[in-house]
């Protein structure tokens, strides 16, 4: 692609560029796509009555709690817009199950590319600063300077060559 860090590209031109998503996309798509195949397992299979279990025993840490396999799904379920009470009945039919999490990727997707465009929009409005005409001229060779910072500066070595030609 030819991109260097030097060209100050933004993750979403990069990303255009190489016509991919997120990372964040695909990977709830395939997390998804895996769930709906370990829902239409036989409930003998492990993976399933892993999924589907609870723990009889045990007990967690203090502090706060360690995160789910369900969890994760119900957070990825809402960011994808797929109902919490059908998504069983969805993922049974694979076609369906499909085209839904892709449909509901791609949603996810757009989202994100709106959001971020918008978030970087803002800070660039807010960044924005009026950009001021004022000069600073030093007293003793009247040099015109851009900044105060500057002056000062130059007011250090205007006075090291006058105190060294004497």
């Not at 030819?2 to 016509?19: F, H, M, P, S």
């Not at 989202?111 to 807010?126: F, L, V």
Request: glycine residues 6%; positive net charge; contains cysteine.
């Amino acid at each position: 692609m030819g991109i260097k860090w030097q060209d100050y590209i933004t993750n979403e031109e990069v990303l255009a560029r190489a016509d991919t998503t997120s990372v964040e996309a695909m990977l709830m798509l395939r997390q998804l796509r895996w769930v709906g195949h370990v829902t239409r397992m036989e409930s003998s299979r492990m993976p399933k009555a892993i999924f589907y279990g609870e723990l009889s025993q045990g007990k967690r840490d203090r502090g706060a709690p360690r995160k789910r396999v369900k969890d994760q799904l119900k957070r990825q379920l809402t960011q994808a817009g797929i109902d919490h009470s059908e998504w069983e009945a969805l993922a049974e039919d694979r076609e369906e199950w499909r085209g839904t999490i892709k449909t509901a990727a791609d949603n996810f997707e757009e989202g994100r590319k709106m959001a971020a465009a918008e978030k970087r929009q803002r800070r660039k409005d807010s960044v924005s600063q009026p950009v001021t005409d004022t000069t600073f001229t030093c007293p003793s060779c009247s040099r015109a300077c851009r900044s105060r910072i500057g002056l000062h500066s130059h007011q250090r070595a205007c006075r090291r060559a006058s105190t060294s030609s004497q």
